[in-house]
């Protein structure tokens, strides 16, 4: 995820780099070494960025990290408030839809949110007929707040960067919308590093303006994909 974001491809060249090799990151581990983890776990990382947002200039959150379902509603409230105030406090937050798809309303559930970016897979055909595209489970909308969800899409099949075993191979191929997201996640990098005055609100207008809409479609109730291009004049 950190190299889908920033990476420098140095060890392939320049070939794998990331959407933003200049930027800087900041990242908080919430997950043990089997990618589980626990709602306190991800409270305590939104209340440390509230707290150090502005010493260390996070202007984005990338949250590649998917809630299918939540046993302790009391908790998934806190953890949705504090994601609520990030947003209100100038920080964009950009989040996985999850790998929950293709039925309706299969939204991760930090992504069913009003105020974040959900980002969904949607591969534009690159692939043809591939098997395991990971548009095909792709959370999809609407969302259980009844809105359209998921924000954007980008690709997220076979996304190539950063292995965390870099003796034995420095990049590995994975799938999912956790790759999606940080695609989105260095866009608006990029964004905010040319327009730094922009609100996350002017932030998710903007994707909106500039989404590719030929790519729509309606079984993901989904604006459209990223369009770097247009998102960049």
Same mark, same amino acid.
């Given at each position: ?6 990476? =420098? ?42 707290? =150090? ?109 950063? =292995?965390?075993?870099?003796?034995? =191979? ?64």
């Amino acid at each position: 995820v950190a190299g889908c974001v920033a990476g =420098n491809g140095r060890l392939s060249r320049g070939i794998y780099s990331g959407m933003h090799p200049g930027c800087r990151l900041v990242i908080g581990k919430v997950l043990n070494n089997r990618g589980e983890g626990r709602i306190d776990h991800m409270i305590k990382a939104m209340e440390w960025i509230l707290q =150090n947002s502005r010493e260390w200039n996070i202007r984005i959150v990338n949250i590649s990290v998917g809630i299918a379902e939540c046993r302790n509603e009391e908790k998934m409230k806190v953890l949705l408030r504090c994601m609520e105030e990030l947003w209100k406090s100038g920080i964009v937050i950009v989040c996985a839809a999850g790998n929950s798809g293709p039925e309706p309303m299969t939204i991760s559930l930090l992504g069913a949110l009003k105020d974040v970016i959900t980002v969904g897979c949607n591969e534009g055909g690159y692939f043809g007929k591939a098997k395991n595209l990971c548009e095909d489970h792709s959370g999809r909308g609407p969302s259980i707040y009844a809105m359209k969800k998921p924000d954007v899409v980008a690709p997220g099949t076979k996304i190539i960067s950063c =292995n965390s075993n870099y003796k034995k =191979n420095p990049y590995i191929a994975r799938s999912g919308t956790s790759m999606a997201t940080p695609v989105v996640s260095g866009a608006i990098a990029l964004l905010l590093s040319k327009y730094p005055q922009m609100s996350p609100k002017d932030v998710k207008l903007r994707l909106y303006q500039t989404a590719n809409r030929s790519c729509d479609r309606k079984e993901q109730h989904v604006w459209g994909c990223l369009d770097l291009v247009r998102l960049m004049h």
